[in-house]
């Protein structure tokens, strides 16, 4: 039997916010590299000759792998630690993305698919840097931690506003050959700056069992379901958005045009994630997760009607980011307090897997669901009202909780033992 001991409240956490913004721009590359693809679709489409079908699945490549390794990262966190898994994402990531400069060099469509399953290694960073960023604070501020680390999502807007910019000024070889330097760079100033916490302590447990014990969770199913239309809805409107606006608002909006709005869109769910966590920390996170799904339900049956192209129609795009972002932060907050200490990572690696796949399928729906003779996607649309509605059920029905200090006799609702008696350094034993 293993028991894992729950650090004292005296544990020293200084340097924490240093680490989790070194933590931050981690992610920040590794979501620049991750996105790299989405924002020269029009180039690619041109090229190699792409009907809607070819281009979703181009966007949904990367995202599906991006999801699913999260699983994986996550477990190998809690037993490596995210110093060591920081620098192997990122180092893994660089010949993905010389693969893609690769296959759009000479203009080879299965070459970019295979590249675009590689380039998901990338997006796996989110699970190494949730656990880390959780184990700098206590576990009444994690909500604040994990929406400051969440905040290097900023990625996707410095792929979606500088990678097309950077094509046309430089080409595009050299873009994909700074992206891959940025990469080295960063993993180089993770190897030499970032430090695990003090309170983290390294699980040995196989990677199967760990996986398994965390979908044995409750809290692990239910917020999967909420992060899915969370993260979800945003990785696939930070995805697919150039492509709906360049089709939908076509004689107004270029690939440029369309990379500038989708940055802003990734801008405006990036401020909202960290202001989530906090006032998930403060009011709880079922308030802001409800008042986020009501937020996106609303903004995507604006949405839907197609408005034209203005003030009304980029309100609506930056309203739903922000709820988005609001959800994502506070179903974060949600886990820390509910999760035994040594399953977090774990946990945190299915659930964020969960908010991936939530990614995957929209563009796939977007495509298969395009009416031309109508120019319309409002049938894909109207089934993230409905899905989001659905999460608004789910969300009601589940129990609030709010993290508390260490040293408390605070037990995760979903630990699979009775709460231990209070204790200066009380054990949890699994």
């Given at each position: ?9 005296a ?12 933590a ?12 790299s ?8 489409a ?9 281009i ?14 999260r ?56 699970a190494?840097g ?17 929406g ?29 050959f ?19 916490s ?7 447990q196989?990677?199967l ?9 409750a809290?692990?199913?239910q ?49 909202a994630r960290?202001?989530?966590?906090v ?61 035994p ?32 003779e ?19 059920v ?19 609702l979903t ?16």
């Amino acid at each position: 039997m293993t028991t894992m001991t729950t650090p004292p409240a005296a544990t020293d956490l200084r340097g924490g916010l240093r680490q989790v913004i070194l933590a931050t721009i981690a992610s920040t590359a590794g979501f620049w590299a991750w996105m790299s693809i989405a924002p020269l679709q029009a180039i690619y489409a041109t090229q190699m000759g792409l009907d809607q079908g070819q281009i979703s699945l181009m966007l949904a490549t990367p995202v599906l792998v991006g999801a699913l390794g999260r699983i994986v990262t996550g477990a190998l966190t809690d037993r490596f630690g995210g110093r060591i898994m920081f620098t192997a994402v990122l180092l893994a990531s660089v010949p993905a993305v010389l693969l893609v400069a690769l296959a759009g060099t000479i203009n080879s469509y299965p070459l970019l698919l295979v590249s675009g399953f590689a380039l998901g290694i990338a997006g796996t960073i989110f699970a190494v840097g949730i656990p880390f960023s959780g184990a700098w604070y206590e576990l009444s501020r994690r909500g604040f931690a994990t929406g400051i680390f969440g905040m290097g999502m900023i990625g996707t807007a410095v792929s979606a506003f500088a990678t097309p910019r950077l094509a046309e000024a430089i080409g595009y070889l050299p873009t994909h050959f700074v992206i891959a330097g940025t990469l080295v760079v960063v993993a180089i100033a993770a190897w030499v700056f970032l430090r695990d916490s003090p309170a983290w302590k390294s699980s040995a447990q196989p990677l199967l069992p760990k996986v398994k014990g965390a979908l044995s969770l409750a809290i692990t199913w239910q917020m999967s379901f909420l992060y899915a239309i969370a993260f979800g809805g945003f990785v696939a409107f930070a995805t697919y958005l150039p492509k709906y606006l360049t089709t939908i608002y076509g004689d107004d909006v270029d690939p440029v045009g369309a990379g500038t709005r989708t940055a802003l869109f990734v801008v405006a769910a990036v401020i909202a994630r960290p202001i989530g966590g906090v006032l998930a920390d403060r009011f709880g996170p079922k308030v802001i997760s409800l008042i986020s799904l009501a937020g996106i339900v609303g903004t995507a049956y604006i949405v839907g009607q197609q408005p034209p192209e203005g003030v009304l129609t980029g309100a609506t795009f930056l309203l739903m980011a922000s709820a988005m972002g609001l959800g994502m932060g506070a179903v974060f907050a949600w886990i820390g307090p509910l999760t035994p200490p040594d399953k977090v990572g774990a946990v945190s690696g299915v659930v964020a897997a969960a908010g991936g796949l939530g990614g995957y399928f929209p563009p796939l729906v977007m495509g298969a669901t395009y009416q031309a003779e109508s120019n319309s996607y409002a049938l894909g649309l109207w089934l993230l009202v409905l899905v989001g509605a659905g999460a608004l059920v789910v969300g009601g029905m589940l129990r609030d909780a709010r993290g508390r200090p260490r040293g408390t006799n605070a037990t995760p609702l979903t630990a699979p033992v009775p709460e231990p008696s209070p204790a200066p350094e009380p054990s949890v034993h699994r």
